[in-house]
């Protein structure tokens, strides 16, 4: 089965290749995969297909980078992909709230995509930036010391 979309980046995906030594292509497993999912929001099975078989790498290698980097998202996901950290700094700063807020204010469950497709809602362990918890990350972009009120201003903004 064709992939358009792999086949649109193995140019970029060669020249990759060509900056590391021979016998190292494993190695591309990431890089490759974080591409894809810039191009297509996700990595879908159809481009784990694709990927195995341009690096000569088992299947079971890309599923491994793929569970242990939880930023990898094997499902669509909305427009705007938020995810409120809720690990202990997070939390004890007021992220249940934040996310009881978006929760109530968008009408999804956690995991869940708003009916036009805008938003997603999730959750998600530290992002590293504990000392301006709580901390929400849309579409990789880092919002700090959220609270109900700035990301209802935010979700205005982006519209
Ligand atoms: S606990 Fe939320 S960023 Fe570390």
Do not use: W
Request: some cysteine; overall charge negative; proline content about 4%.
């Amino acid at each position: 089965m064709s992939n358009a979309l792999f086949t649109s980046l193995v140019g970029e995906f060669d020249r990759l290749r060509a900056r590391f030594p021979a016998g190292f292509d494993s190695s591309l497993t990431l890089p490759c995969l974080r591409r894809i999912q810039e191009e297509r929001g996700y990595v879908a099975e159809e481009d784990i297909d694709a990927l195995t078989a341009y690096l000569g790498v088992p299947r079971i290698q890309v599923e491994e980078v793929l569970s242990f980097y939880t930023q990898f998202r094997r499902e669509p996901v909305g427009r705007f992909h938020l995810e409120v950290c809720r690990n202990v700094s997070c939390s004890m700063r007021g992220a249940e709230r934040l996310i009881r807020h978006l929760h109530d204010k968008l009408g999804v469950a956690i995991g869940g995509t708003t009916a036009d497709g805008r938003f997603t809602l999730k959750t998600c362990e530290c992002l590293g930036s504990c000392g301006t918890a709580p901390v929400m990350v849309v579409n990789d972009e880092y919002h700090e010391n959220m609270s109900p009120e700035k990301a209802d201003e935010l979700l205005g903004r982006l519209g």
